[in-house]
């Protein structure tokens, strides 16, 4: 089973920037459908942003639209979320997660759900201060 593990989260000012990673075991392959949520001291965990790694088609939620880029690193085996002009809303738990069906993808009404994802990474705590 494809282990998840995330990187990158840190303490940082607003107006900064930050690059999370989500890394998969090197003798492995990045999963079919792959995306970042989010989840906030006492909210729900929610979706953030996703890609279809077999053509680095992307989605974003809403509220990722503009500060938020995902990426691929077929070499080094990564998913990326940048996340630009962090703002202290912002600050969350970071979590990777994965689906090796392709159509996980194409479902676009669940895309953003976190209970249709069964693999994830233990997460990444992004904390932004003003």
């Known amino acids: 089973r494809v282990q998840l593990v995330e990187s990158g989260g840190g303490s940082v000012k607003a107006g900064g920037s930050l690059i999370l990673s989500c890394a998969v075991p090197?003798?492995?392959?990045?999963?079919?459908?792959m995306g970042w949520f989010r989840q906030a001291p006492g909210k729900e965990r929610e979706g953030v942003a996703m890609?279809?790694?077999?053509?680095?088609?992307?989605y974003y939620a809403d509220s990722a639209k503009g500060r938020f880029t995902i990426s691929q690193d077929n070499a080094e085996k990564t998913v990326n979320l940048q996340i630009n002009n962090l703002e202290p809303e912002d600050t969350a738990m970071y979590y990777c997660a994965a689906d090796g069906r392709p159509e996980r993808c194409s479902d676009l009404n669940g895309l953003f759900q976190p209970s249709l994802w069964a693999l994830w990474g233990p997460g990444t705590q992004v904390t932004v201060f003003a």
């Open positions: 090197k003798n492995s392959y990045l999963s079919s459908c």
């Open positions: 890609i279809y790694t077999g053509r680095s088609t992307t």
